[in-house]
């Protein structure tokens, strides 16, 4: 089964909103459907598509993993009850924080966020619903270097824990599958998305947790989301690609009132780049670069030390963990 | 016993070389000195002085704790070669490499390369010299903070492993204590000296191993002292108070031909003082900064990322470790 490309030059976002509603609708018939809702814009558009085609029939529900930015739950619910979709917010802060416990090597820790939220959170979430049908913001970039198509889906039932025997009488939906990005994006503007969402800059999967270099106990995460607010706040505006602010393992030493104080060091990148595959730190001016220093150390406890990556990618990836 | 400061404006290095030529001359008679020489400018003076005082019954010794910077040991033995003064050059960089191993708190790797220094390798030396006069560069910044006088020279013996008792017939000189930092170098210049070893950048106590968070094993050590030569060339125009790499302990992600490659960090730090109590980074450009990162990750083994600090002193010191 190989899936046909719509691309972006091509796309006309009306007729693709009627065309996915009313194949949506003709599969889950008088059926239920249910779906993850993560706050990004493959996510948010699916569900805005399967509320179309099912309203109420569609069980959506956002995961907070603990790894979230600040205020994103909030802000997320919040949006998509002003749409009058219906959100369920799901506390797993706990299931993940444990999965997480005394991990440190950065692949343990992405598998470790996969497998809560597979097998173990979304996955009893989709037996215990009921629902058969279940949504999917895959685009086409997910699957360009993974095999299409059926056996990929077999794989989505096995990390969900659903039994392939069972499996039969399930079925996973992909309405963006034969989106790019910048297509999805389109789609979102014409199904009236806040233009904050649909043209965000790009989080990694393991979300906070790739922000936290060695351990992501519930501590340095908080130290990684006030510092990523901060980041964001004072770079908002630079137009540049992407910006991070990651807390090292590390510690340094400080002073501060005159002692010694061993402390944290959080790291700021700024990237300029197209399209991600190569890229270069933004050349931010010292004035800024002097105002983020500040208040990285003077409004989150214990950080003495602030950097600015100045490496290009390659040899750097544009995330540290 | 206090010490009487000389102040730099009243200092006519000439008399003073003279007197002091003149006090070593006769404290020591017909007896012989050693002193270690370290490369520094108030070692390098002390050298010179007691040279012109003793000739070839001071004994001066230059020891390779393995921590030197890029071609240091070379670069001082060939100065002194060359100004007719005999140097001793020791190896000692298994005996501290011993002393470091496996020792990762900051505060722990400066005792290991204070006690390797006075109670193993330079203790032995003085037991073994024979010479009861033991010249040293303490200057008055030295003994600001601590009790000066007897007891002070006590500690010494201590550390030196020489038991008080016997300590009576030593006897510590410290030709340049009356002078601060600025007027050393005063009277390096009187003493032919060359402007590169007077005015030389500070640099820390325990040497390489203070650039180096964590373990300083050899191969970190030979991390640290390729990324300080890169960095010292390239900043060495930018007339910055104090600059330096940092070999991080930490793992980040980059990649090489492709594939995902866990490696090395370096942090470059440039500092602008007058008197290092309070430092903010200098505002090097980017031009600089991205050709020091190119220079890092492409001639040092390991290399994926680079940063520059940001942060002041305080809350941040000039050194990390």
Known sequence: MTVKEIKTFELD?????????????????????????????????????????????????????????????????GLFKSLGVPVQLLDAKAEFLAALKGI??????????????????????????????????????????TVAGIKRQHNVFEQLGIDPQEAFGYRILEPVVQLRKDGVRKVAKALGLPEGLYNRMPFPGPALAARVIGEATAERLETARKANAIVEQELESSGAFQYMAIVHQDRVTGMREGKREFGLQIEVRSWESVDARVAKPSRISFDVLEKLASRLTSEIPGVVSVTYNIASKPPSTMEAV
């Open 104 to 145: 440190t090597d950065p692949e343990e820790k992405r598998e470790a966020v996969t497998q809560t939220f597979y097998k173990r959170v979304f996955g009893r979430l989709v037996r215990e619903s009921g629902a058969k049908f279940l949504l999917q913001g895959t685009i086409l970039t997910d699957i360009d270097e």
């Open 13 to 77: 976002p009306e007729a693709f909103i009627k065309d996915k509603v009313a194949e949506i609708r003709e599969a889950v018939g008088n059926g239920c459907a249910v779906n993850a809702l993560s706050g990004g814009v493959d996510s948010s558009v699916v569900t805005l598509l399967g509320h179309r085609a099912l309203s109420d029939r569609l069980k959506t529900c956002f995961i907070d993993n603990a790894l979230m930015r600040e205020g994103e739950p909030e802000k997320v619910a």
